[in-house]
Nanobody, 125 residues
Framework: QVQLVESGGGSVQAGGSLRLSCVHS????????MAWFRQGSGEEREGVAA????????FYADSVRGRFTISRDTARNTLYLQMNSLEPGDTAMYYC??????????????????WGQGTQVTVSS
């Protein structure tokens, strides 16, 4: 049984940093596509960052590129999202997700078979 468990969310002031973690268990191989999504209040869920080919490749949404870094520690079965220079617009519930591949596009949500329960990030101005 696959489980994804996020942690690391919290409340910070604008300009601050947080590091999210997603520990996964079960049948998630190193070549799986793993990604972070977020959903703000009253908004649709959107892709933030994705890692694939065992972490060799990374892709970012325009809104976070240069501020967020996705990484994966396969030995610890953990996906990370380092978030720097946080802005109030980054306030959202952040979700970790895993898919056997990202052939439909890195942020195509229908291909992600497994999802975590989310961790809340709140950025105040």
């Amino acid at each position: 049984q696959v489980q994804l468990v996020e942690s690391g969310g919290g409340s910070v002031q604008a300009g601050g940093s947080l590091r999210l973690s997603c520990v996964h268990s079960g049948d998630i191989r190193e070549d799986y596509c793993m990604a972070w999504f977020r959903q703000g209040s009253g908004e649709e869920r959107e892709g933030v960052a994705a890692s694939y080919r065992g972490g060799v490749f990374a892709f970012y949404a325009d809104s976070v590129r240069g501020r967020f870094t996705i990484s994966r520690d396969t030995a610890r079965n953990t996906l990370y999202l380092q978030m720097n220079s946080l802005e109030p617009g980054d306030t959202a519930m952040y979700y970790c997700a895993a898919a056997p591949s990202c052939t439909a596009g890195v942020f195509s949500q229908g291909q992600f078979r497994y999802w975590g329960q989310g961790t809340q990030v709140t950025v105040s101005s």
